[in-house]
């Protein structure tokens, strides 16, 4: 009965140990042909060193001639690049929501964040858009409302004419009518008073 475990045990070790044993053996004989193959590239493609200048010697006493040195115009300064709209800025307006009505003399916030700073001199200008007419209707340069922007427009003031108007945000330089950014167009409806 011994000698039946015994023998058990022997098998089960062997059976647990001999995949391994040829797997070892295997990956050996893999990395001895590898290592041949390599041997071969590197023997029948030799890396050429290229040849070294020779320096010729002056006589004693000599030296190299010094050669004259040309002066170029100093270059013309140009101005500096401002930055531009980093890649993941995107104005995300908040309110008013799209299609809202409103009263010709009524008041109303527009609510918006921007995911960066801005720069020295750029601003947000707030345009209303109505019967081929556009107007301004607001600036911001920095947040004033938290991180993120608001604008109170009393519309007595502005006057609108009764219908339908587009209203958009623009991120521009304050000193140049070039557009860096624009957020959605967002219509809001006048009713009379």
Known sequence: MQKLKKRIKTRRFWLTVAPLLILLVTLGIYNLTT????????????????????????????????LQATILPSPTPTLTP?????????????GPPDESSLAQDGRLAFYWTYPAALQPRQQFVLTLRQNDASQILGILDRPNFGDSYQLLIDFAAVEPAVGTAVWQLQLQWIDEDRLLLTSEERQITFLPE
């Open 82 to 94: 401002r930055p531009d709209v980093p890649p993941t800025g995107v104005i995300t307006l908040f």
């Open 35 to 66: 290592l041949r193959q390599t041997g071969t590239a590197v023997a029948t493609n030799p890396t050429l060193t290229p040849p070294r200048p020779t320096r010729t010697p002056l006589p004693d006493g000599t030296r190299a001639p010094i």
